[in-house]
């Protein structure tokens, strides 16, 4: 009776995508997975500058958050081109944050943002905030400005190093 219980207690577990507790018969069954989640085989791919220090170091602190590792995260500038996929250029890639979601659709800027953001444990409190349109036209807007920061930054230090 409890073998059928235990086997009562997996198959719903299994079924409801999660993971069941581990009991003390389960561990004597035979072929008896505890582990019946698969990985994602579809996930939402970033592409960054990496040759930026600040977007590098931006990206690895959300690599590192719960959540960062569903994503799939691509340097364009370091990438082939295949994996940057359809409509997408190195230099657009190079240029602004985008980001292709689960159904391929590609998104950019203070959008991809907050995309990512709402993947991230830590800040997806805040994606529905963050989601309406006059607070996406205010992020934009700051995103352009540190683009423009940026390129001045970025044209400097090479031309330093010139």
Request: with cysteine.
């Amino acid at each position: 009776m409890n073998h059928l219980r235990t086997e009562i207690y997996h198959s719903f577990y299994f079924f409801a995508g999660s993971k069941p507790l581990q009991s003390k018969t389960a561990q004597y069954l035979p072929n008896q997975s505890m582990n019946t989640a698969k990985p994602p085989t579809n996930r939402c791919t970033v592409y960054y500058d990496g040759a930026c220090p600040l977007c590098s170091k931006e990206i690895a602190v959300y690599r590192n958050w719960k959540g960062g590792e569903q994503m799939n995260w691509v340097d364009a500038s370091r990438c082939d081109p295949e994996q940057l996929g359809g409509n997408l250029t190195r230099e657009q890639a190079l240029a602004r944050l985008h980001c292709r979601d689960e159904a391929g659709n590609l998104i950019d800027g203070a959008e991809a943002f907050v995309e990512i953001w709402s993947r991230l444990r830590w800040l997806s409190y805040l994606t529905p905030l963050l989601s309406s349109k006059l607070v996406l036209r205010v992020l934009e807007r700051c995103y352009r400005g540190f683009l423009s920061v940026r390129r001045r930054i970025h044209s400097r230090k090479i031309s330093a190093n010139s």
